[in-house]
């Protein structure tokens, strides 16, 4: 006997505001369709500006999905399992850029990494310039993309439990062998969705990349920017690139749900 786990009785009135939202959703992406100029889509699309833009988004957006996973692992690994004074106050800073404002972010990079910022000054002395480079947006791009892996990573550590590790523990596993052979196999499909997410969130991060690295074709301006310039000047052009850039996303975010809903057992059989 198969018994389907989950709850499915949904009031009407619930569908009926869920459908107001998903039109709210999918009316303004239905308005752009309409609005794209499709037989010169293609010439749009491919302009030198354009391929230049895509290509250095999609190099700095995996760049920083790569530091992503350096940084937010550990952290995710000591906001899940650690306990110590201030844990609380370091889960808020790291969650901190999903409220913040973007150019805010970018504001507070400036002042830490700009010529005159509170380590840039020391990197200038070095002969490190990192505001207005390619190096900044990748910094940009990873200040706004951490949390959506740690938030993902913390999740899956929690709903996992330690029980797993502690076993491995009491057999003689070294803590990073317990790292390795347990707790990342256990968490991987969380870890492969966080990565995931924080690759579509950088593809589209905008304020804080102008604010802390600027709009220098082929070195900081990535396709936002590349859509925002080409909307002042040709409007189909921006259409165009907006609708390329929905389509990645759309198809990066169908990857991480798919994860997701592929870890997630639906059937128990009794």
């Known amino acids: 006997?198969?018994?389907?786990?989950?709850?499915?009785?949904?009031?009407?009135?619930?569908?009926?505001?869920?459908?107001?939202?998903?039109?709210?959703?999918?009316?303004?992406?239905?308005?752009?369709?309409?609005?794209?100029?499709?037989?010169?889509?293609?010439?749009?699309?491919?302009?030198?500006?354009?391929?230049?833009?895509?290509?250095l988004s999609l190099k700095t957006s995996a760049a920083s999905t790569v530091l992503c996973v350096v940084l937010g692992v550990p952290l995710a690994l000591v906001l899940a399992r650690g306990e110590f004074p201030g844990q609380r106050l370091l889960r808020s800073f790291v969650l901190l850029p999903l409220v913040l404002p973007p150019v805010v972010g970018g504001l507070a990079l400036l002042y830490t990494f700009g010529r005159q910022g509170l380590l840039g000054k020391s990197l200038e002395l070095a002969g490190i310039q990192i505001a207005f480079?390619?190096?900044?947006?990748?910094?940009?791009?990873?200040?706004?993309?951490?949390p959506f892996l740690v938030v993902s990573l913390e999740g899956a550590l929690r709903s996992a439990g330690s029980r797993y590790?502690?076993?491995?523990?009491?057999?003689?596993?070294?803590?990073?062998?317990?790292?390795?052979?347990?707790?990342?196999?256990?968490?991987?499909?969380?870890?492969?969705?966080?990565?995931?997410?924080?690759?579509?969130?950088?593809?589209?991060?905008?304020?804080?990349?102008?604010?802390?690295?600027?709009?220098?074709?082929?070195?900081?301006?990535?396709?936002?920017?590349?859509?925002?310039?080409?909307?002042?000047?040709?409007?189909?052009?921006?259409?165009a690139l907006s609708?390329?850039?929905?389509?990645?996303?759309?198809a990066v975010v169908g990857l991480s749900y798919g994860r997701r809903r592929s870890s997630t057992p639906v059937e128990v059989r009794a």
Do not use: K
């Open 1 to 55: 006997m198969i018994m389907r786990s989950g709850y499915h009785g949904i009031p009407r009135w619930i569908n009926v505001i869920a459908a107001v939202g998903g039109l709210l959703m999918v009316l303004p992406l239905a308005a752009m369709l309409l609005r794209v100029n499709w037989p010169q889509f293609i010439p749009l699309i491919t302009s030198d500006s354009s391929i230049a833009a895509l290509g």
């Open 133 to 146: 480079s390619t190096t900044a947006v990748v910094l940009a791009q990873t200040f706004v993309a951490l």
């Open 165 to 239: 590790e502690a076993v491995a523990a009491t057999l003689g596993a070294r803590p990073t062998t317990v790292l390795r052979r347990v707790t990342l196999p256990l968490v991987l499909p969380g870890l492969a969705s966080g990565a995931v997410l924080s690759f579509a969130r950088s593809l589209g991060e905008f304020g804080a990349t102008l604010t802390f690295a600027g709009s220098l074709e082929g070195i900081t301006r990535t396709l936002p920017l590349e859509i925002y310039l080409q909307r002042e000047t040709d409007a189909d052009a921006a259409v």
């Open 243 to 250: 609708l390329v850039l929905v389509a990645v996303a759309v």
